[in-house]
């Protein structure tokens, strides 16, 4: 999804072609794998939350043990009502741990500001410890599913201080953190979705500093049979792609036997595809670029709904308003909402969106969150009228294409946004007359890190007018990751803004393995590799966290290397 022209080389002369009568065309570049007549269907029950050994990682942190979390000033404060056998711990107003006794979902999130430089040298050991922990009974009991630890990715972090009339002085980067995350096998095949996902985040001297678990006990029920010939799950593919065809030329680059956990009641296999669209313009002044998409054909009759890519899961989005509108004043500490998607594209853009609010619409602040805007985004909603749009709300998520600074509000070409000059001054937030605190940028590439660019503040001295955190992705992305739904949930768990997108992103199934992919510049690099800004010193919020600020002076950054 970055601007550049791409030229699809990886196609063989033997590869099957199937041409609709649309503008595109399709290509196989991958054969559907041998399967066996058989597979398992595994059935999903909650386990018992780590409690004890969230306690002992608290403790030895220097924080109190997990507590019933309603009972915690800020929930009682704000007259939340925590669900039955929720407990955590809440720091600084942001909640630092949790655990549903329920569900046996849990987690812990990194105070980056606590963590201390590791070196180099010090990765292996450090994925040891998670190792262990990953083989204890307490995160994952023995069922008839495996787990193997997925390569460790280090974070990065450095800040940097622009002095008024002298030089500006940046502090070393260092690597912070190994954040090393467990994926999930059933037999050989391995396991994608929402549900299934594990890691650990381990500083310096081994101590557990996060944690994230979403892994329910799966037990095999019965067996089904395989209800696809390859020639129909070609057939399959084709027809989900077929919106795409319109403009683009696919390439299906990849399709292998998984399993999808969409984190409710079964563990089903599927035939898991890929697929890289080469969009088409007639317009030679727009630049194209390519799209990356995960699909899912059922190997036997679906028992739980697969996402696909031809389906717009919830509303869409509304055409805003030509002129300027009044937004209307919230209740003290309800964070305003605002989602913007990019117009005639793919449907996954929208699911992203439609995940996301569900998820915050559906979590334990339900009741603070004002769903204020869901527009398809246009270029004035950023840029002339933002002061109507984007900048007056205070969690603003954007669903589009990009590049470095840069993406686009039409297709994958065109009505694009420069950040770096189409953004008048003085920006965005409370110094730019408006209440922009946190701004989510699901795309690819537009939050480029040191590693890319020495220049990766320049762009955002504009944009921090008192905006807390920008958190995006420094590589390419897939656009249908499902990374809205997790980070949905964390934000409205009152999680720290940076650590949970961080954590929810680096450890999405999407991802596992780190394939790589041409980035900007042509440059191979793995994709899915979250990043982000800060205001210094406000990395740590929760969404909750829309006082008031001035102009940034000093800014930090957080990101995994290749």
Not at 162 to 168: A, E, I, L, Q, Y
Not at 256 to 275: H, I, M, S
Not at 400 to 409: C, I, M, Q
Not at 529 to 543: A, F, N, Q, R
Request: proline share 7%.
């Amino acid at each position: 999804m970055s601007y550049r022209p791409f030229h699809l080389a990886i196609l063989a002369a033997a590869s099957l072609v199937i041409e609709p009568q649309v503008a595109g065309s399709l290509r196989f570049a991958a054969e559907v794998p041998d399967a066996p007549a058989e597979l398992p269907l595994l059935r999903l029950r909650a386990q018992a939350a780590p409690v004890d050994l969230i306690n002992r990682v608290l403790v030895a942190g220097g924080s109190q043990k997990l507590a019933a979390l309603g009972e915690t000033p800020f929930f009682r404060r704000n007259n939340i009502r925590i669900p039955a056998g929720v407990v955590g711990v809440v720091e600084r107003e942001t909640v630092k741990a949790w655990a549903d006794m329920r569900s046996g979902e849990a987690a812990i999130y990194p105070t980056l500001s606590k963590l201390k430089p590791i070196s180099p040298a010090d990765v292996e050991r450090l994925t040891s410890v998670a190792r262990d922990i990953f083989a204890s009974p307490q995160m994952f009991p023995h069922d008839d599913t495996r787990s193997i630890v997925d390569k460790p990715q280090t974070l990065n972090g450095a800040t940097l201080l622009r002095v008024p009339r002298t030089s500006t002085r940046t502090d070393k980067k260092a690597q912070y953190a190994v954040y090393v995350s467990a994926r999930r096998y059933v037999g050989n095949f391995p396991v994608d979705g929402p549900g299934s996902r594990a890691l650990l985040t381990i500083g310096n001297g081994g101590s557990v500093e996060g944690l994230s678990r979403v892994w329910k006990t799966a037990n095999i029920v019965e067996r089904v049979r395989k209800s696809l010939s390859p020639t129909e799950v070609r057939a399959e593919i084709a027809r989900q792609l077929r919106p795409a065809l319109r403009n683009s030329d696919i390439v299906v680059d990849r399709i292998e036997l998984a399993y999808y956990d969409g984190n409710k009641a079964y563990l089903q296999p599927v035939f898991r595809f890929t697929a890289r669209i080469h969009h088409i313009t007639p317009n030679a002044e727009a630049r194209t670029s390519d799209d990356f998409v995960i699909g899912y054909i059922p190997f036997a009759r679906a028992i739980e709904a697969l996402p696909s890519l031809d389906k717009v899961d919830g509303p869409n989005p509304a055409t805003a308003a030509s002129n300027r509108v009044t937004q209307p004043r919230p209740p003290e500490n309800d964070p305003i909402v605002g989602r913007y998607v990019v117009r005639n594209d793919d449907a996954g853009w929208v699911n992203n969106a439609n995940a996301f609010w569900n998820s915050l619409a559906s979590s334990w602040t339900r009741s603070l969150f004002t769903n204020s805007q869901y527009y398809w985004a246009e270029p004035r909603l950023f840029t002339t009228q933002k002061n109507s749009f984007i900048n007056a709300m205070n969690l603003a998520l954007i669903e589009v294409h990009g590049d470095w600074w840069l993406y686009s509000t039409l297709m994958n070409c065109c009505d694009l946004v420069n950040i770096n000059g189409d953004i008048p001054s003085p920006g965005y937030g409370p110094s730019a007359n408006g209440k922009l605190a946190d701004w989510i940028i699901h795309s690819c590439e537009v939050v480029p890190a040191p590693d890319d660019t020495p220049t990766w503040p320049d762009t955002w001295w504009n944009i921090f007018g008192g905006v807390r955190n920008v958190v995006g992705y420094r590589t390419i992305m897939y656009i249908n990751d499902a990374a809205g739904g997790p980070y949905g949930s964390s934000l409205g768990h009152v999680a720290p803004v940076v650590s949970s997108w961080l954590s929810d992103v680096i450890s999405l199934n999407a991802y596992s393995g780190r394939r790589n992919s041409a980035a900007h510049g042509g440059v191979s690099r793995p994709m899915g590799l979250p990043s982000t800004i800060s205001m210094c010193g406000h990395d740590g919020e929760s969404v909750f966290s829309t006082s008031s600020l001035g102009r940034a002076n000093c800014l930090t950054v957080w990101w995994f290397p290749d």
